[in-house]
């Protein structure tokens, strides 16, 4: 059975930092892609970053220059660094494995969220 778990999600002030992990456990084959998304209060999921397996990068441009993406294939493990954190970040987090073949799984593996909030 495959799991998707954030961690690393907290309260920090304008300006702050924080750095997001997700690791993806069970019996995994590949997964293609690994990337976040992100839900404030009242509005839809939106794409935050995502990394593919041979590290093609894509970002919101409402983060680029501010949040980094990075992974470690062999661990099933995707980081989110953000940095010059805005009130306007504030969101649940939540972690995506795209593509995902297992044993006895396959598809796309959410995880349950991590708050993040943007707060002086």
């Known amino acids: 059975q495959v799991q998707v778990v954030e961690s690393g999600g907290g309260l920090v002030q304008p300006g702050g930092s924080l750095k997001l992990s997700c690791e993806a456990s069970?019996?995994?084959?590949?997964?293609?892609?690994m990337g976040w998304y992100r839900q404030a209060p009242g509005k839809q999921r939106e794409l935050v970053a995502t990394?593919?397996?041979?590290?093609?990068?894509t970002y919101a441009d409402s983060v680029k220059g501010r949040f980094t993406i990075s992974r470690e294939n062999a661990k099933n493990t995707v980081y989110l660094q953000m940095n010059s954190l805005k009130a306007e970040d504030t969101a649940v987090y939540y972690c995506?494995?795209?593509?995902?073949?297992?044993?006895?799984?396959?598809?796309?593996?959410w995880g349950q969220g991590t708050q993040v909030t943007v707060s002086s």
């Open positions: 990394m593919s397996t041979d590290g093609t990068t």
């Open positions: 069970g019996s995994i084959f590949t997964i293609s892609a």
């Open positions: 995506i494995a795209e593509g995902l073949i297992g044993t006895s799984s396959s598809g796309d593996y």
